[in-house]
């Protein structure tokens, strides 16, 4: 695939720069493989396309404040956005201005604490160490929300918090959400309890290079950074017993996606941790997802690349040309699309 067939015309005002007043009242585009129709409505009614017996899939990664604005000896701004924990205190990061930054030099952050920037890493990242090793809990002090790039803020607003984080986020370690899980509810949960579908758990701590655009001439050329993943045993057991009653996996993100298709084999679920750089993109056959949720994602990105092979090409140009006209929120702020 050209890495043109990845674009497509969005007007700037579509990109969501605050989320809508309620999680649950974003818009929702049913798109139906079968029928090739769209269909538009709103999240909250999510239930009426589900199942008695399917069962959501659903990433409880966490997003930490990764985002640390910090001052040199000599006043200079320095934003140190980590990126990766290597233990013991060091981090794998990204430093501006990094040029002006040599490596050995200090930085005090907002609460005091100082951090040693470290020696350069590929990719224009830095290993930046700090003096205790508990650094997730100071960021909750120290640091900001790192919104993605296209929200176009100079800092976090109050509800940023709460809202750049899922209701149900356990497990602390993404730099970036699962943004197709923003919308839910505890009243949505509630109805599709109701309506008799479960769901499970999973993790996989989102990293920065989700926001990266494919380079690449061609689609197929491109790699994906491993992100640190764990699909545990009650997940595993449980999808393989939907599979059984005939009930469909609904992967809630291009994240959970990645990993339930990373962890199927021999025909079933298998739990496990470690890490994973999947890279998903036309032609590709799904074995372990049914039915994708997932936000309207960037052009020329991996995360559209796995929305056309799960949806059709085709299909999907026609679902994206369709929210733009009508004016969908885009984004991870923005609205969100069902494929069945």
């Known amino acids: 695939m050209d890495i043109a067939e990845l674009d497509y015309e969005l007007p700037p005002e579509l990109i969501a720069q605050h989320p809508c007043e309620r999680r649950d009242e974003s818009r929702l ?9 769209l269909k538009q409505d709103v999240f909250r009614n999510i ?19 990764a985002r640390l604005h910090a001052t040199k000896a000599s006043g200079g701004h320095v934003e140190v956005f980590l990126l990766h924990d290597r ?13 002006k930054v040599s490596p050995g030099t200090r930085v005090r952050l907002r609460s005091g604490i100082e951090v040693n920037i470290g020696e350069k890493l590929p990719e224009g990242r830095r290993c930046v160490r700090f003096d205790q090793p508990e650094v997730l809990r100071l960021l909750e002090d120290a640091g900001e929300v790192p919104l993605p790039p296209y929200i176009r803020r100079d800092h976090e607003e109050p509800a940023d918090a709460s809202r750049y984080q ?10 970036a959400a699962p943004t197709a899980g923003l919308h839910f509810t505890d009243e949505v949960f509630a109805d599709l309890e109701r309506r008799g579908v479960t769901r499970a758990t999973l993790t ?45 996996v609904i992967a809630v ?25 999947i890279y998903i993109y036309p032609p590709y056959s799904f074995r372990a997802v049914d039915v994708l949720q997932t936000n309207f994602h960037l052009p020329r990105s991996s ?11 085709e299909l999907i140009r026609e679902a994206y040309r369709y929210a733009v006209r009508e004016e969908f929120r885009f984004y991870s702020y923005g609205d969100v699309m069902v494929i069945l």
């Open 303 to 313: 995360l559209l690349a796995l929305v056309y092979a799960f949806g059709g090409t």
């Open 87 to 99: 233990g013991a205190g060091a981090w794998d990061a990204l430093v501006r201005p990094s040029a």
């Open 204 to 248: 996989l701590h989102v990293g920065y290079g989700t926001f990266s655009p494919i380079r690449a001439e061609r689609v197929e050329a491109h790699n994906l950074e491993a992100e640190e993943f764990v699909l545990p045993d009650e997940t595993a057991a449980l999808l393989n017993e939907t599979r059984a009653r005939g009930g469909r």
């Open 253 to 277: 993100g291009t994240t959970s996606t990645r990993v339930l298709e990373f962890q199927f084999r021999n025909d079933a679920y298998q739990s496990g941790r470690g890490a994973t750089g």
């Open 47 to 65: 239930g009426d396309y589900l199942r008695p017996g399917d069962c959501l899939v659903l990433n409880q990664t966490k997003v930490i404040r």
């Open 166 to 175: 899922t209701i149900y986020a356990a497990s602390p370690g993404a730099v």
């Open 29 to 37: 585009l049913v798109v139906d493989r079968a029928s090739g129709t």
